[in-house]
């Protein structure tokens, strides 16, 4: 099948949309589905220029896809043509972890999301005009393409009557910030919580504290960037503090500050960068968590210290994908918006997918908290 697709020929290349072929011969456990509309993730940006995968150009990206089911495999048994879906990262199925429900931490993750084809083969669904192979399978779907395929398991069903091109951030971005809230920091009534980095990913996490029981919201959210106008959202969604990290260059102090020396109880870092992590190592209160689920350079490294970090009992975490299982916390986070109680759907702003560059360079100033592409 000849179809429209955001191509990357090379580390650091413009997005580019062009003619690929898509593979019609799905295996067995494998859907094609028509895509409607495609979030913008910082990840998807960063790995357009990422030069230490081998074989990851040329390559097309993006992993927060919504459309509609076309056709499906002889083993798929939970979806068929016509279905809304959205479409998250995938997993193996089999391991200790996806057994448990736990699949952002499957054993085979890296290599299923972040290889070079299909999850376990290496196979690729793309093609140029010409037939020389196009990278496919970014976070099991490279969904920056008017077709593309991708496993069952990475699928989740959603009503018919859905807008497709409002709820496609929630197979990441959005989903991560509200996972790292609810299922990691679990605040269970402790004093404060600290979200670094109000774009989509930390608005989601604040948001998710109105989605605790009453008994268990922290007394104090405190939201920290360095967009005045982003932190102005962080009030509207449920921060009670905000700190402007270009006014106030030592975080550790703010934080201290606000908390009268007594630290952070649990905090979420949506940058990715050291200095923010160390600094919120060092405002953590005794027995404090801080959850990093921002990436940036993937050779950067935090350094906590041993000392400090026994006499606290302080805890560094990771948090992929929000810690969820998504075929239940996707729909969970659709029910709560359809209440008016997690209103992420006001961060978007879709842009048609020969917009790209615009929404790129929305993304990368402050002015878009949530790009999406839209292919019709």
């Given at each position: ?86 479409i998250s990262y995938t997993s193996c199925g089999n391991c200790s972890n996806c057994k448990s429900k736990a699949t952002s931490f ?70 991560t910030g509200a996972g790292a809230m609810l299922n990691v920091v679990k605040p269970a009534g402790k004093g404060t919580v600290v ?182």
């Open positions: 099948m000849l179809t429209d697709a955001l191509v990357n020929v090379e580390p650091g290349a413009s997005f580019k949309l062009q003619k690929i072929n898509v593979d019609e011969n799905l295996h067995e456990d494998e859907v094609l589905i028509k895509t409607k509309a495609t979030g913008v993730c910082h990840t998807d940006l960063n790995f357009s220029k990422e030069d230490s995968i081998p074989e990851l150009f040329p390559g097309v990206f993006g992993h927060e896809g919504a459309g509609t089911i076309v056709s499906i495999g002889s083993a798929v048994k939970t979806l068929a043509p016509g279905d809304n879906v959205l499957c054993k085979t993750w890296e290599e299923a999301n972040f290889g070079v084809g299909r999850f376990p083969d290496g196979s690729k669904a793309y093609s140029s005009e010409d037939g020389k192979p196009i990278t496919s399978h970014f976070f099991g779907q490279s969904s920056f393409s008017r077709y593309c395929v991708a496993s069952e398991r990475s699928v989740v069903k959603v009503p018919d009557d859905a807008d497709l091109s409002l709820l496609a951030p929630l197979g990441c971005g959005i989903m979200v670094v980095g109000a774009g989509a990913v930390g608005l989601a996490a604040i948001m998710a504290v109105k989605l605790l029981p009453e008994q268990d919201r922290p007394g104090t959210v405190v939201a920290v960037d360095i967009v005045a106008s982003r932190l102005e959202m962080a009030k509207k969604y449920g921060a009670t503090h905000v700190v402007n990290a270009e006014e106030e260059k030592d975080l550790k102090a703010a934080l201290m500050k606000l908390t009268e020396d007594e630290g952070v109880d649990g905090s979420i870092d949506c940058t990715g960068i050291p200095e923010v992590v160390n600094a919120l190592l060092e405002a953590a209160a005794k027995r404090g968590i801080i959850v990093t689920v921002g990436v940036g350079r993937l050779d950067a490294t935090a350094s906590p210290n041993i000392f400090k970090t026994v006499n606290s009992g302080r805890v560094y975490t990771g948090c992929c994908m929000g810690s969820c299982y998504p075929q239940e916390f996707i729909p969970m986070l659709i029910d709560a918006s359809k209440r008016g109680d997690f209103p992420f759907t006001e961060l978007i702003k879709t842009f048609p997918v020969a917009d790209m560059d615009k929404a790129v360079c929305g993304v990368h100033d402050g002015t878009v908290i949530k790009a999406v592409l839209t292919w019709e």
